[in-house]
């Protein structure tokens, strides 16, 4: 408003420059054109103030929208914090339903392998008068298993047991009675050399599975062996311990399998402790 008044004031005085004296009339136009580059510094710094305000008001939406979707997405955090927890509990619940079966898992092998052990070493000592390449007997992959050679078994190519074998299947038979809590699964087993008959056994899958339900048959029938424990069976040719190549090699394929084992209702009883999914 005073530089308008000096503006005024100055154009009033150049109107009336025939009443005044040559120096002041210079000095109200020096005057006057001062108040003019003032009013034009003025504007600039207006001009560059409005900007500065645009450029800060530009800024403080974008801060705005970043705050906005920030909060947004710390409410989905916070809403999903709960599902989150819930989840971490419910996983944490299954690992330890698994350790458990875990644990009673490893308790049931134990177990397992505790009685296998004993089993085995009362059937050594009880065959212990039998030659090792007649019998064997060993505790693999959590099962006892006897192997006996066919020549103290059967005649060559037949499945009727020789009565020389009697005294060692009743040995067996005693300590398979002592531990009735165990199934019994007996395989017939053949070396590669061919038979072709007419008459059973025609081939070596008869061989095999004759010699395994004859042996059967004599635990049963002879020596009180709960048939109901009893799986028999033959798997041929095709299951060999050792090389076909070589007559020792064809001798140890041709074995009958006494294989003792937890019974399956036991492991089944194990199946349904299992943490469920």
């Not at 005024?8 to 025939?18: E, I, K, P, Y």
């Not at 500065?52 to 979707?69: G, I, R, V």
């Amino acid at each position: 408003m005073k530089i308008f008044k000096i503006l005024a004031a100055s154009a009033v005085v150049l109107g009336m420059t025939s009443c005044v004296s040559k120096k002041q009339y210079e000095a109200l136009s020096t005057n006057y054109k001062q108040c003019i580059e003032n009013i034009g510094e003025r504007q600039r710094e207006i001009q560059d103030l409005k900007s500065q305000n645009a450029s800060l008001t530009s800024e403080n939406n974008l801060l705005k929208s970043q705050h906005d979707a920030l909060k947004s997405s710390l409410d989905a955090c916070l809403s999903n914090s709960g599902k989150s927890s819930a989840n971490i509990d419910k996983l944490v619940g299954e690992i330890n339903s698994s350790n458990s079966y875990i644990k009673q898992l490893i308790a049931s092998n134990q177990k397992n392998d505790s009685l296998n052990l004993a089993l085995s070493n009362k059937l050594k000592r009880s065959l212990d008068n039998v030659t090792d390449q007649d019998v064997q007997v060993k505790v693999l992959k959590g099962v006892v298993m006897i192997s006996l050679s066919d020549k103290m078994l059967y005649k060559t190519g037949d499945y009727n047991v020789l009565p020389a074998a009697q005294e060692v299947l009743g040995k067996v038979a005693k300590v398979i009675n002592d531990y009735d809590k165990y199934s019994v699964l007996i395989e017939g087993n053949t070396d590669n050399v061919a038979l072709n008959s007419s008459n059973l056994p025609r081939d070596n899958w008869d061989l095999s599975a004759l010699r395994g339900t004859s042996i059967a048959k004599v635990l049963q029938t002879q020596f009180g062996v709960d048939p109901s424990r009893i799986t028999a069976g033959g798997r041929s040719e095709y299951n060999p311990k050792a090389t076909n190549m070589s007559v020792s090699g064809r001798a140890e394929n041709r074995r009958t399998e006494i294989i003792i084992m937890p019974k399956l209702d036991e492991f089944m009883k194990l199946m349904d402790i299992a943490p469920k999914k």
